[in-house]
């Protein structure tokens, strides 16, 4: 269940079609997906691929401009968009040349005000979720939709990010039935408000479709799952928004509160949740939230928080790169006689994500779900068992309180969040514009006003491609001698300090506008495969019928090694795998044709080797067009 000891979620796992184990021997594959998330990394959605189209897990070194990350990046265009609150992706250590083959994945979206300015500045997109839909192999190309299609759905506490915090998920399987639409399904309701966002993203029709006669099977041992989207920060009108993402069904016997942040103001969410609850009432939070609110204002609850080993651990243990692991998960337990229901999902204990009562619609864009189950099996009780006790090397313990100001620190973070607003909700545009020797001069256009920056504060602009050299942001900034590869629509921000200190950095996707005919992920293929042996590799890979991670990252190896990396050895090797392909896998042969294709647009000169093979096997790829 939630044994911080033996109940690990594997993200890349978690994403991986159904094996066929699980199906009957049949084989599937992603056919489309969507995702949201309060913020991103983009080292993290650039490695998503290798589960979602290699099947593969995402351990090892999954880092930098390998050929296997192009390729899966190339297979999933078009069928994959991420939601996420603009502004909200991590500024990358290094720049990566495949950023910009990203940027047709992301939706951003800015939260829309209420009624003022600072609503929406204090409003979120913060829901959590995958919702995946897999096709049998077999079905590929087909121009109807695979009766036997398969979903997956993954509501999670958890940002699309490299973080170490501890979370939360729940996975749930499920196929459309042959019953009549459901006019009121909540999750269709949701998946249909993102539409705005992602126009163009051909698949969300048929997946709210088919979200309308789904069929969920609850994880084991729950039952009933519900979906409660929350708020509305996205949706323009407020009469279309949703309610809190809560429904407790029963009166509350006892209950737990899961939640790293908490209302630091007078009013709190905390107060009516336990407001009505007959027996105990449990939090566990992060030690400086608890300290936030002092233990006056908590007096009500037993008050626990993660054990500092546990926080801390890695720089106990004087780690290289020791981080944190707090608390980042969100999950609310209550129980009415021998049932208990759990709310999971993106939704703090605070009144932004949950609103002022049951009645209320809260401020921000909010997902949880809820499942249900014996008191005896999932309870308020079983759960502190397991974290508190030896079961769960004492992973929670109780919270002991230490005074702690935050008067001055939330003063500065509202001027900071109203700032932050503005850049995102404002207008920006990069236009690129080549000159005789093919090299790029970059002008930034946007509407912000440089007056909304308020005394004793600053904004600098820079480039992903040029990390660490900043300017100013001022009307007109420009960049020069810039190959194609550099450019990116991803314009990172820092807002500094009188001093100089960033107090927040953020990354605006803007609209990027390149010359007619310009194509950048060519221009990264020519990069990226420019020596025969990459070439060579790559078609290997390909052509692989099974590929599997281990391979397929040795695909960008130097020199002359790949004999080694698939076990063949010399133009007979890759005869036998072209042969392989044409009787088992012709779809891949159709791969290779289409780089050779690719290549061959480019004036990229096909090793001879492999011309002299590919030219009885050209007939087949085409045709399969």
């Known amino acids: 269940m939630l044994n911080p000891a033996s109940s690990r ?53 999954l880092a930098g401009e390998k050929i296997a990350l192009l390729d899966a990046i190339s297979q999933l265009g078009g069928k994959l968009k991420v939601f996420y609150q603009r502004g909200n992706i991590h500024v990358p250590p290094e720049f990566n040349r495949l950023f910009g083959l990203l940027e ?81 399904d909540a999750l269709a309701w949701f998946v249909e408000s993102l539409q705005p966002y992602a126009p163009g993203f051909e698949p969300l029709k048929s997946m709210i479709r088919d979200l309308r006669r789904m069929q969920w099977e609850p994880p084991q041992p729950f039952r009933d799952p519900r979906m409660l989207p929350g708020g509305g920060a996205h949706i323009a009108d407020p009469d279309e928004r949703f309610g809190t993402p809560l429904n407790f069904g029963d009166a509350k016997d006892e209950l737990l509160v899961v939640s790293p942040f908490l209302d630091a103001s007078e009013k709190k969410a905390l107060d009516w949740l336990g407001s009505d609850v007959k027996g105990r009432r449990m939090l566990l939070s992060r030690s400086d939230s608890l300290d936030a609110l002092g233990q006056q204002a908590l007096s009500g609850w037993d008050c626990y928080a993660l054990n500092d080993r ?65 008191e005896a099996k999932v309870g308020i009780d079983v759960l502190l068992r397991q974290w508190t006790g030896d079961e769960g090397n004492h992973f929670v313990v109780p919270h002991t309180f230490t005074p702690l100001d935050v008067s001055e620190q939330e003063s500065d973070r509202q001027k900071l969040r109203m700032l932050a607003h503005r850049l995102i ?69 820092q807002i500094c300090g009188q001093d100089g200190a960033v107090k927040e950095s953020l990354v605006i996707q803007a609209r990027l506008v390149l010359p007619a005919g310009v194509n950048r992920e060519d221009a990264v293929v020519r990069e990226l495969v420019d020596t025969p042996e990459k070439f060579l590799n790559y078609v290997r890979m390909l052509l692989d019928p099974s590929p599997d991670k281990r391979r397929v990252l040795r695909a960008d190896r130097q020199g002359n090694d790949v004999s080694d990396m698939f076990g ?45 093979l590919w030219r009885h096997f050209a007939p087949l790829a085409r045709n399969r067009r």
């Open 425 to 493: 909700a404002s207008d920006w545009k990069l236009d690129a514009r080549a000159d005789q020797t093919g090299r790029y001069r970059l002008v930034l256009a946007t509407n912000f006003a440089l007056s909304d920056v308020p005394d004793g504060l600053h904004v600098n602009v820079g480039l992903l491609s040029r990390l660490g050299v900043w300017k100013p942001l001022l009307n007109g900034v420009e960049w020069n001698d810039l190959a194609l590869t550099q450019l990116s629509a991803l314009v990172p921000l």
């Open 310 to 374: 546990i926080v801390d651990g890695e720089e106990q243990r004087e780690e290289e790169h020791a981080r944190s692991q707090n608390l980042h998960a969100k999950l609310i337990v209550s129980h009415s006689g021998q049932t208990a229901h759990w709310h999971l999902g993106s939704a703090n204990a605070t009144i932004a994500a949950l609103g002022g009562s049951l009645a209320d619609t809260p401020r921000n864009t909010e997902f949880m779900l809820r499942l249900s189950g014996a």
């Open 568 to 612: 063949f050895d010399g133009s007979d090797a890759l005869f036998e795998q072209l042969m392989l392909a044409a009787a088992r896998n012709p779809e891949h042969l159709e791969r290779v044709g289409q780089l050779v294709k690719r290549l061959d647009k480019l004036k990229m000169v096909v090793p001879e080797v492999f011309f002299n």
């Open 9 to 61: 979620c594997d993200y890349g796992h978690l994403l991986r079609p159904p094996p066929p184990d699980e199906t009957g021997g049949v084989a599937y594959e992603l056919d489309a997906a969507i995702a949201t998330t309060y913020s991103l990394d983009l080292d993290a959605l650039l490695v998503l691929p290798v589960s979602l189209v290699l099947g593969n897990t995402l351990e090892g070194d």
């Open 104 to 184: 047709p994945m992301l939706a951003p979206i800015v939260p829309t005000a209420q009624d003022s300015e600072r609503s929406a500045a204090f409003s979120s997109f913060h829901p959590k979720l995958w919702l995946l839909r897999y096709v049998r192999k077999d079905w590929r190309g087909s121009t109807t939709p695979d009766p036997e299609r398969r979903y997956r759905l993954l509501v999670m506490s958890r940002n699309l990010t490299f973080d170490r915090s501890w979370d939360v998920t729940a996975s749930l399987d499920g196929q459309p039935s042959a019953q009549s639409a459901r006019s009121d």
